[in-house]
C-alpha cells in the first residue's frame, strides 16, 4: 500500500491546482448547504408552532386560513365540540380568528409587499403559550394599536415601537408591542384587534378560521368526526401541526428543485475541475508513477492512491464549504409563502444530517472525478515511463 504521506506531499507540492479544485467543490457544498439549511429553515418556521393537542377548523375546501371564510356563530359551535379542553373556570379554550393580507412598503427596496395581518381577540396569546411581548405591551381590545412579529419589525415602514402605518387606507394604526414565538410564522405577522381589523376590510361577522385545545392530542379524531359528520356546517377539522406542515410544502419543495438543479450543475463542473487537476498530475508525475511500479507496487495500489488523493482533496474543499455555510445560520431571508401569497421571513437552519449530506456529495465528487485519471495512472507502463 502506498503511504498517504505521499499523496498529501503531491498536494502541497500543486498547491495552485489544489486550491483551486478545493474552492471548486467548496462552493458547490456551499450552495447546496445553504439552500438544504433554507428548505429545513421553512418547514421549522412553518411548524415549531404547531402542537399536537390543538385542532384548527377551516371552512371545507380551503386550502389556508385567508381563503377560509366562517361565521361568526361558528366560533361557539366549534369551542363547545367534544373533546375541547376546559380551564379552571369550566370555559372551552379556543379562539376564533380573522386572517387577511396588507400590502406594507419595505425598508430598503421599491415597491409594497404583502403582509399576513391577523385579527385576534384578547385571548390570542395566553392560548398561545410560546407568544411572549418583547418589548412594549399588548395591543388594548376595540382600540387602532397592534403588535407586531420580531421578524418583520423594521422590515416595512412603520413597524418600529412607536411608528404607526396604515392598515388599510386612511386606518393608521400604532404599534405597541413586538412578539416572539420561537422564530415561528407568527413572527412575519401583524396582530390587530379582531373587530378593529372587521371594520377596516369590511369583514363584519365572519372569520377565518377557529383553533381549540384538545384534552390530549387522541382527542382529535372524536374532535373531527363531530366537527366534519354535521354536513351542513361544511368544516374542516385539521391537527394545527399538520395544518403548519401542509402550509410549507409548496415553499419548501421549490427551493429543494432550485436547490437541487444549481447543484448539479456546479457539482458537474467541480468534478470536471478535478477531473482535469487529477490528469494533469498523472501526465506530470509518469517517473513517480513509473518508479512506484518498478518497486514492486500493483496496479490495485495505484489506482487507489490516485482515487484516495481526488477524495481527500474533496473532502478538503467539502469541509471549507461546509463550515462557511454555517455562517448562514446567522441570516434571515425574506420569500413569498406561495400558501398564503404574503412575505413571511425565514432563517437559514444548520443541522448535522445538512453537513453530513453535503460532506458525503463533495466526497462522490471527488471519487467520480478521481476515477478516470486514477484508472490511467495504474495502467502506465513502468518501463515507458522510467524512458519518459
Known sequence: MIPIRYNVRSLIVRK???????????????????????????????????QDDVAIVLRKGSDAELGSVLDTASVNTIVGGPGVKRDETGK?????????????????????????????TSEAIKFRPHVHIAFGREAKPGSDEVIVGERIRGRFKGTELGETFDLRKNRPVT????????????????WVDLDTLRAAYGR?????????????????DLFKAAMEGEKQYGYLAL???????????????????MATIISFFFAVGAMIGATI?????????????????????????????????????????????AFASLGMGFVHVSMLNFASWSEIVFGFEPTPGIILTSLGLAMAMGLFGGFFPAVRASRVSPVAAMRG
Open 92 to 120: 372551552p379554550i379556543g379562539v376564533g380568528e380573522i386572517v387577511v393580507v396588507g400590502a406594507l412598503e419595505k425598508i430598503g427596496a421599491s415597491g409594497v409587499a404583502n403582509v399576513q395581518i391577523r385579527g385576534v
Open 175 to 190: 404599534v405597541v408591542g413586538v412578539f416572539t414565538d420561537q422564530g415561528s410564522s407568527y413572527e412575519s405577522e401583524v
Open 204 to 220: 363584519a361577522g365572519a372569520i377565518s378560521s377557529v383553533r381549540v385545545r384538545l384534552d390530549s392530542s387522541s382527542a382529535f
Open 16 to 50: 495552485t491546482t489544489t486550491i483551486a479544485t478545493a474552492l471548486g467543490v467548496g462552493l458547490v457544498v456551499f450552495v447546496l448547504s445553504s439552500a438544504l439549511m433554507l428548505s429545513a429553515g421553512i418547514q421549522k418556521t412553518l411548524g415549531v408552532s404547531g
Open 277 to 321: 487537476t487529477m490528469y494533469a498530475a498523472v501526465a506530470h508525475r509518469q517517473r513517480e508513477i513509473g518508479t512506484l511500479r518498478a518497486l514492486g507496487f500493483s496496479r490495485g495500489s495505484i489506482l487507489f492512491s490516485f482515487l484516495l488523493e481526488a477524495v481527500v482533496l474533496a473532502f478538503f474543499g467539502g469541509a471549507v464549504g
Open 239 to 257: 391537527r394545527e401541526k399538520d395544518y403548519l406542515e401542509k402550509q410549507s410544502q409548496g415553499t419548501s419543495r421549490f427551493i429543494d428543485v
